[in-house]
């Protein structure tokens, strides 16, 4: 049997549906198999960000996200270790965030908009997916998820998606679509595509101790 973990990259554009991937695989998969670690919260401290001319930062560019310790944590858990991580809070003042902890499984899914850009990340991927998702329905789902969700104003969330995340997702993110081993078309849907892979990945923890 195999001990090493299957690692599993879920890629996509800003509300392209990787949370929404996620939660259904935890739903559909045996409870304690599968550790996801987001890249999320592995954002660089305001502080340590860069700002634009405008004293914004860009948090859609690869140098926002601390890839040496999203890097460093899966190597963990590909040695059978654990480890801790504070949750990452957009920012918000009125959320606390939560010290979270990450244990190895059998599955190991990783997800972020950056996980095929840094090669030593994305060699360690064995199963790399990538949900393609038509603009105008992510920035559709961004504006009600951020609005909604995480406390910003329209107006900021189409100055950001105007000039960061739009830019950043087609010069960072598209062209690694071609090396993913599948592509989840995600515009009404994605039911039938997350029943091929619960059912792969089922098959995979057959064959795990």
Known sequence: MDKKPYIVGICGGSASGKTFLLNQLLKQLPLGQVTIISQDNYYKKQEDQVKDEEGLINFDHPDSINMDELYQDIYLLIQNKGFSRWEYTFNNPEAVPRLLRFEPAPIIIVEGLFIYYRSEISRLIDLKL???????????????????????????????????????????????????????????????????????????LEKKP
Do not use: W
């Open 130 to 204: 990538f949900i393609d998702t038509e603009e105008h329905i992510r920035l559709s789902r961004r504006l009600k998820r951020d609005h909604t969700e995480r406390g910003y104003s329209v107006e900021s969330i189409l100055r950001d998606y105007e000039k960061y995340v739009a830019p950043m997702f087609y010069r960072y993110v598209a062209p690694l679509k071609s090396q993913c081993d599948m592509i989840i078309p995600n515009n009404r849907h994605m039911y039938k595509a997350l029943q091929v892979l619960v059912n792969h990945l089922a098959k995979i």
